[in-house]
């Protein structure tokens, strides 16, 4: 609920016409002021004059990547009035069309050139994919471990591809993915374009300081991060901030391995994570092993992918009593 005088200044923020397409538009996910002025057809300072006033009386909300910056709607009070603004709006109205119609060419842009950086990276991840078993034996354990819980907000660290919100939509009422790879941020957000999945958005970020992201998570993913870090422990301290009391972690990742060549050519700064070293960093952090599942690969030379679900220690004991 708000106040009368913010009340009035959402309604008047949004009542023109400009204005009101801008707020359809971000219904659809999140867009840069580039896109909005391809879509509309106007300049930038006017796009971006709208939108200043759009997010000064809390319709809209601005997350700034480098020179750029991405706008979409608030998840507070005014995102609901936004909401219910642009159901009010008919489909077939002919500028609703013609908008739809520009925001469809802009995502098909977008997509293409989320098909063009994988084309340069494809021979990498399929190495990579070739070491470890399916990842589709892996995405349904974690659908079936997340099946019938109730998520409001779930965050993704270390999104890349945003596969993870993809894979879980339809658990989650807010899904927030965020990825230092300015590449991967723009195929995350094709992908998700394409899917028609308007309730996650991606942010371009450092996940080991959360401190901007605001809501807490019902549930934070890490899904192949930490072996990208010396210190997996001092990030899942660092996520633990951005945690729910009574909420959870899943993380998957490489149990202990020796293939060298994966952090002299790929990055990779830890040769996996083995049970005893999580269950310590877990400790640390508050938190509880309370799921583990190993995939080994079936070959010599493979890669076995582990799971762990990772649970408010203060809420285990207090089920477990």
Known sequence: MVGLPALVGELKAAGEPTRLRLLALLAEGDLSVKDLTDILGQSQPRVSRHL??????????????????????????GGGLAQWLIAQLDMNDPQRRRDKAELDRVRASQ????????????????????????????????????????????????????????????????????????EMIAVARAKLASASIGHAQVRLGDIGALDGVGERADLIVLHQVLHYFDDPGRMLLQARQALKSGGQMLVVDFAPHDLEFLRNEHAHRRLGLSPQHMAGWARAAELEVTTFKDFPSGHAQGLTVCLWVLADRAEAARKAA
Do not use: C
């Not at 809390?58 to 991405?70: D, K």
């Not at 993704?156 to 993809?166: Q, V």
């Open 52 to 77: 200043k006033l759009l997010a000064d009386a809390g319709l809209v909300q601005r997350n700034a990547e480098g020179a750029w910056a991405y706008y979409g709607l608030t998840e507070r009070a």
């Open 111 to 182: 997509q293409d050139q989320a098909a063009q950086y994988f084309a340069k990276v494809a021979q990498s991840w399929d190495l990579l994919r070739s070491l470890h078993v399916p990842e589709s034996s892996i995405e349904a354990e974690i659908k079936a471990l997340t099946a019938g819980r109730h998520i409001d907000m779930l965050l993704d660290l270390g999104t890349g591809t945003g596969r993870m919100l993809e894979l879980l939509a339809e658990h989650y009422r807010r899904g927030l993915g965020i990825d230092s790879s300015r």
